[in-house]
């Protein structure tokens, strides 16, 4: 049977500032979806959040880009703005840029993350969900699950691995993509997406020789770049991700671990400072400090004929204690340097700036030297 998993997320609103998802609107997204699923739209839905991100987790047999999966999580969307708009939520509405659905959230506002493949004898999943980042925040993380020995052992120790992994590398800015393979490729491979605001991982593919079959997805990542979409700062876009594991694949140890380390990322305060990402449970997935630090949730769940079993909410464990620790002592140095880069970002990575216009005023008072 062939079982499609979507995330599809949206920020229409949240509480204190851009802090948290309303349990109301939490609660209207599960009542809608779970019509859907009586109606049949649906397999399976699981409703979850991090800081103002409302993040829709879809189970069906409808394939990607579906009209009536996309068309379910826009109504959620919309219904849900009603109520942000009603509680006078902050930003309420916010990712919904355009009034009228046209088959897809691509390009509206929402992200979205999908795979469709067959499902497995035992198929564990494992969804990612950033807040106050931005889609290259993905790239150091899922490189090191499917193409770095270091942290993967299979990559060395299991047959279907050993011949590497394929990854789909987007150029945002130019609208392009290219194919690279692991480990022939590593050095290409690197040399792009450790530019990680410009190229960025958009999927992974089974290299030849895995039982997996090598058109399936392995991993996926939202990549929707709001500012480019609005033509100018509505919000970031905080990415999502679909990880799946074992028997072939990355274990499920192995795809969780990168995040042991809160590694720098773009986002936090206003989307435009570099500070460390921080895993975290479902619970503490509220960024309030400077809006932040970047928060990462990881979700595991096993598939069963298309029906979510769990979730597993990953860095919930102590295990990550450490990393978060870490993860504060970074924001601690970080923000003792103010406005100063690298904390905060260059001019061409910033989502909003008065620069143009400090510049505009001195621009008569700047002399040759
Ligand atoms: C939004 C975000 C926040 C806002 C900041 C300023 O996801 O990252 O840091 O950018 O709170 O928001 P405004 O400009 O709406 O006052
Ligand atoms: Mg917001
Ligand atoms: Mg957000």
Known sequence: MKTTVSIIKADIGSYTGHQKVHEELKKKAGELLKDEKSKGTLLDYYVASVGDDLDLILTHDKGID???????????????????????????????????????????????????????????????????TEPGAFNLPIFRMFGDPFNTAGLIIDPNMHKGFRFEVYDIKNHKKVMLKTPEELYDLLALIGAKSRYVIKRVYPGPENKVPENEAAAVISTDKLHEIAGEYVGKDDPVALVRGQSGLPAVGEIVEPF???????????????????????????????????RVVALGFQL???????????????????????????????????????????PEDMEYTTLPKVMEKLKDRFESI
């Open 304 to 346: 069963n004929e298309g029906t979510l079993v769990g979730p597993m909410d990953v860095f919930a464990d102590v295990a990550y204690d450490r990393a978060r620790t870490k993860a504060l002592e970074v924001a601690d140095y970080m923000r003792r340097h103010g406005p100063f880069e690298p904390h905060r970002l260059g």
């Open 260 to 294: 042991a380390f809160p590694h720098l990322v773009s986002g936090w305060m206003r989307g435009s400072h570099n500070g460390p990402l921080m895993p975290c449970s479902q619970k503490n997935a509220i960024p309030t400090r400077f809006d932040g630090p970047p």
């Open 66 to 132: 579906s009209k009536d999966i996309h068309g379910a999580a826009w109504n959620v969307f919309m219904e849900c703005t009603e109520i942000a708009k009603g509680l006078k939520l902050y930003g309420a509405g916010q990712d919904i840029l355009s009034d009228a659905f046209s088959g897809n959230v691509k390009g509206m506002g929402p992200g979205c993350a999908e795979m469709e493949f067959e499902e497995r004898r035992s198929e564990p999943i494992v969804a990612f969900l950033m807040d106050k």
